[in-house]
Structures are given as structure tokens and as C-alpha cells.
């Protein structure tokens, strides 16, 4: 399951290993990143969008409600929000490191 999570991976990245060689396409690379970075864009527009307007409710998993009138903040679950994001980055960096290593063993 991991070798093709790392597949995938590579895949969206541009990054072909096989028969020995490693190839990198730089364009598919830069899209994947592109793509990511407009979705961090978008969302915090909508975020700024939504904080004018005077209106965010993230209550149900991060633990945050304002409205024009009140801010709730329920510190448990921004808690569990925050720490399993945390996680999930922390994840995200191992089997990256992984992949690199094995990347280095290949060569």
C-alpha cells in the first residue's frame, strides 16, 4: 500500500523512477505546485470573503464560529484540529523523506 501511495505521489509530482534512472518532469512539478498553491489561495479568499461579510463557521471541526456579534472558539476541538493537522504534516514529511531515501538507495 505505501509503494503506491509513494507511486501516486511521484505520479502528481512528475517523477518517473524506474529501470534505474529517475526522471523529474519540471512542468508536471510546477503544475502540482501551482495547483496547491492556489488552493491554499483560494481558501484563504474565501476565508477573507467570509470575515467581511461577517460570517465563518468552522464550529463542527476546527471549533471556530464568528458572526458579526460573537466569536466562539471551543479550545477542544481547535486542539484536535490543530494537533491532527499536525499530524497529518508530520506524516506527510516522513514518507517524503522515505521516498527521497529510497530515491538516494536506487541511484
Known amino acids: 500500500?505505501?509503494?503506491?501511495?509513494?507511486?501516486?505521489?511521484?505520479?502528481?509530482?512528475?517523477?518517473?523512477?524506474?529501470?534505474?534512472?529517475?526522471n523529474i518532469d519540471l512542468n508536471q512539478t510546477r503544475e502540482f505546485f501551482d495547483a496547491l498553491k492556489q488552493t491554499f489561495e483560494n481558501t484563504a479568499q474565501n476565508l477573507q470573503k467570509d470575515l467581511s461579510d461577517g460570517k465563518v463557521d468552522m464550529a463542527e471541526n476546527v471549533g471556530i464560529k464568528i458572526d458579526k456579534e460573537n466569536i466562539n472558539i471551543d479550545l477542544e476541538k481547535t486542539k484536535s484540529f490543530v494537533e491532527g493537522f499536525g499530524e497529518k504534516i508530520a506524516n506527510f514529511l516522513v514518507e517524503l523523506e522515505k521516498s527521497v531515501q529510497d530515491i538516494q538507495v536506487k541511484k
Open 1 to 22: 500500500m505505501a509503494v503506491q501511495n509513494d507511486n501516486e505521489l511521484f505520479s502528481k509530482l512528475g517523477v518517473d523512477i524506474g529501470d534505474g534512472k529517475l
